[in-house]
């Protein structure tokens, strides 16, 4: 929790004449650092440097009114206020792609595990081979992660993110029509490596928003947009999965879009029942490659040379323009000299109040004045918000994979069934789970929309982050006992809610959390790529070891009669763990200077 702000002010030299009482001193300050209370930042932690001259009252009561004003004059940071809106959005575009490619597949992973396995698997060994799948892609995430944060000062950012982004494209594609497990493995792999420059989309951010006072909203914008792609992920699964057998009346035996008009309804898909959703996602990600190609702006500094994609984006939006406008008027057109200059048509045109013009990379003077003086990188905050960061996904990974699952596994009789030895999951449909889990991510997009600037505004980033610690452990204790509740009724349903709502409510307070916390330990601005590399390699491997541990655990508590194993062991132990470390974490929430 961060602590009250200090309320000195300097006071001018006293006057020797008998008015001075009444006479204002102005007051030259050094500049110094004062912080806002949370409240009047609107969730935008940040420092205020007075650097010019103060009128001050002298002795009068006038005093605390100026400094009234003064605060008042702070305008509240709004999703609005952002500076180049339009470049955060391309980059929120190019964000998605991590989400869709590693959250598509959990809806039916279950019953794609069947579909390429034995009949005689059990359901304790598909669990175990699903959780190395899904470990798989956070595995070469983490293998890349400081290799692509390297090729990213030396290539600039813009063009890791292409390269990811066309990579994350081919390996849905792929992973869609792969029937084996070795073949979904390499799928997995690949699209794990295209995405391994979330660290770069974070530095981005940073780098296009240089106010400290927008950046605790411009950092809320990617984890608001992965738990969109986490939504649309879960949907898009659930619902284009297996398509013959869930959507019917367009790919069935008698389905619109069955122009063969065969009797196991579109052939294709009888022999790939889960391309459809990997479809849909390579034709999302060619959107965001087109918008990336020709509408980001590099933002490495010192970064020069061409940038075609620009240059025809440019082009082609004043030729739709000149078109478009000759049927108005007629005659000779003069000719602007921007017409061929390469910044992005899509950098917002208003007056941006941090930067003047589009994102452009700085001259080598600017590099120069702005390089700091050395410190350690690797210090004491940086490490502990390091292992906090880590962490975080080793459970919630675990139990984005876990859940879907358990809802898959077919249901037990549990006719001798104790308070801790029970077996058995609920056995619903991909379709059912898929539509239960985005809802529930449409709940966790407006907690991070509408409650969480509110709550970080009043109470500070690391008391929500330390309470969103404190609630994971209360849905995995009770998780387990959903096998328990009758199948018929609404408790089984309020019982799946309660779960949901608690751990999608933690997570969302987590996640933004970490990022604001992570990049607020960094000691200079120049070192956040380095430092996000770091945390996106660490995050990565905690998203690999924790589904395939917590899938090994799962399915040996499965074939031990113990369904609830992994949850009370595993998932709560991590959950305890984890918020000791957030103890351990400081208060400050200012950035450091670069």
């Known amino acids: 929790m961060s602590g009250k702000p200090s309320t000195s002010t300097s006071q001018g030299p006293r006057q020797a004449s008998a008015i001075a009482d009444v006479e204002v001193a102005l007051v030259p300050q050094a500049p110094s650092s004062k912080r806002l209370p949370d409240h009047e930042t609107n969730g935008s932690v940040h420092d205020v440097t007075r650097a010019q001259w103060s009128p001050i009252q002298e002795g009068s009561h006038d005093a605390p009114a100026a400094e009234k004003e003064r605060r008042q004059q702070v305008q509240p940071v709004t999703w609005l206020s952002l500076p180049h809106k339009s470049q955060l959005v391309i980059l929120a575009m190019c964000r998605l792609s991590e989400p869709l490619s590693n959250t598509c597949l959990l809806p039916y992973l279950y019953y794609l595990m069947h579909s390429v396995r034995s009949s005689s698997s059990t359901s304790g060994e598909t669990s175990g081979i699903a959780g190395l799948v899904v470990a798989s892609f956070a595995l070469s995430q983490f293998a890349t992660s400081m290799p692509w944060a390297r090729l990213a000062d030396r290539w600039g950012r813009k063009r890791v993110i292409v390269i990811g982004l066309v990579g994350s494209i081919v390996s849905n594609l792929g992973f869609g029509f792969a029937r084996s497990i070795p073949a979904l493995m390499f799928w ?27 950046q605790s909203r411009a950092f809320l914008l990617l984890p608001l947009i992965f738990n969109l792609g986490n939504t649309i992920g879960l949907a898009l699964g659930g619902a284009l999965a297996d398509p013959v057998a869930n959507i019917p009346s367009l790919f069935g035996a008698r389905g619109a879009l069955n122009w063969s008009h065969s009797p196991e309804g579109v052939h294709w898909m009888r022999a790939y029942p889960f391309a459809l959703p990997t479809i849909v996602n390579a034709v999302v990600l060619v959107f965001s490659l087109l918008l990336a190609v020709g509408g980001l702006n590099e933002t490495l500094p010192g970064k020069s040379g061409k940038d075609y994609g620009l240059i025809f984006t440019n082009r082609l939006a004043r030729l739709l323009k000149r078109t478009i406008s000759a049927s108005w008027r007629s005659g000779y057109e003069r000719v602007q000299l921007d017409d061929f200059t390469e910044s992005s048509p899509f950098v917002d045109s208003v007056h941006d109040p941090t930067i003047n013009g589009p994102v452009r990379p ?7 004045a702005m390089a700091p003086a050395s410190q350690p990188i690797w210090n004491r905050d940086v490490r502990s918000m390091l292992l906090s960061f880590a962490l975080l996904p080793l459970h919630n990974a675990a139990f984005m994979q876990l859940f879907p699952l358990f809802l898959s596994t077919p249901p037990s009789l549990n006719a001798g069934a104790s308070f801790l030895f029970f077996d058995g999951g609920l056995g619903l449909p991909s379709s059912t789970i898929g539509t239960f889990l985005a809802v529930f991510g449409i709940m966790g997009i407006m907690i991070q929309l509408l409650v969480y600037p509110r709550l970080q505004a009043y109470r500070g980033t690391l008391w929500v982050y330390r309470l969103a610690w404190i609630m994971f452990p209360f849905a995995y204790v009770i998780a387990p006992y959903l096998s328990l509740l009758p199948s018929q009724g609404l408790f089984r349903w309020l019982g799946i809610s309660c779960v949901l709502v608690i751990q999608v409510t933690a997570r969302t307070f987590a996640i933004p959390s970490s990022v604001i916390l992570l990049t ?16 996106n390699m660490l995050s990565s491997l905690s998203r690999a070891v924790g589904p395939a541990v917590a899938g090994w655990v799962f399915g040996l508590g499965v074939d031990k009669g113990t369904v609830g194993l992994v949850w009370w062991t595993y998932l709560t132990i991590i959950a305890f ?5 957030s103890g351990k974490l400081k208060g400050s929430e200012s950035p450091g200077q670069p």
């Open 577 to 581: 763990v984890g918020y000791w470390q």
């Open 362 to 368: 700085s001259r080598p003077s600017e590099i120069q």
């Open 520 to 535: 607020n330990a960094a000691p200079s601005k120049k070192n956040l790529s380095t430092i996000h590399g770091a945390g």
């Open 188 to 214: 997995r792999l690949v699209a794990g490596v295209a995405n391994g420059n979330i660290g770069v989309m974070r530095t981005m951010t940073a780098e296009i928003v240089k106010e400290k006072k927008y």
